[in-house]
């Protein structure tokens, strides 16, 4: 395999090759008062418990809601539904309900008063496990305590934002590796 030859690059856009997981929505409720935002700087901390780091700009009216509900719901959305998750990202609850403006269901969850968005592929319910780092860093550190998962498609095609208005879409996925692993690594 041939070396790559590598240019001088800024650091500020290293993002654009780490951020890793899907793009989300993250659903909220508090006080009667509903809300989603878009969300891709997000991360798996640990699995047992099921633990997701996520970042909410102090800005967002999602930071309030989550913070003093101590619970939300993180949407697994699908390529369909790429220009909703961009006009999601680009409003904010302070001013709008934006399940009725983007056409879309709220159904009730099993652990928390947050909705579930029901056109999302997942939904994974979450409750607040640490807030130590929310006031340095807007960093949430999530418990998923219930997850619902479409039975179909296997491979969703998600979308992953890539920084500068791109995102990659979820595409050929491979088992060809699998016997590399050592079995705990799986
Ligand atoms: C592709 C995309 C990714 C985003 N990622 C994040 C994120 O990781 N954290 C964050 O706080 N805001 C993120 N945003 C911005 C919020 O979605 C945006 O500020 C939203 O309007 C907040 O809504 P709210 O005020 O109703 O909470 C993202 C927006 C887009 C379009």
């Known amino acids: 395999m041939k070396p790559y030859d590598k240019r001088d690059f800024p650091v500020a856009n290293v993002r654009r090759f780490l951020e890793p997981g899907p793009i989300v929505l993250l659903s909220s409720a508090w006080k009667g008062e509903r809300n989603i935002m878009t ?3 997000h991360m798996i901390m640990e699995f047992q418990p ?3 780091g996520c970042y909410i700009w102090t800005e967002n009216h999602s930071f309030g809601m989550v913070r003093k509900s101590k619970e939300c719901v993180i949407n697994i959305p699908t390529a369909d539904l790429a220009a909703k998750v961009v006009r999601i990202g680009n409003t ?5 309900d934006k399940f009725a403006e983007f056409g879309l269901t709220a159904q ?3 652990k928390v008063a947050a909705p579930l968005i029901a056109e999302c592929y997942a939904s994974f319910e979450c409750r607040l ?3 130590s780092l929310i006031g340095k860093y807007s960093l949430f550190v999530l418990e998923v305590v219930k997850a619902h ?3 179909s498609p296997e491979y969703p095609r998600t979308l992953h934002y890539r ?3 791109e995102f990659m879409i ?3 996925n491979t088992r060809r590796y699998r016997k590399l692993f050592k079995p705990h690594m799986l």
Request: aromatic share 4%.
């Open 170 to 172: 979820s595409g050929t």
């Open 108 to 110: 009730p969850g099993a």
């Open 39 to 41: 969300m891709g700087w």
């Open 163 to 165: 920084g500068d208005g």
């Open 92 to 96: 904010s609850g302070r001013d709008v």
């Open 149 to 151: 998962v479409a039975a």
């Open 50 to 52: 099921s633990l997701v």
């Open 129 to 131: 496990a640490d807030s």
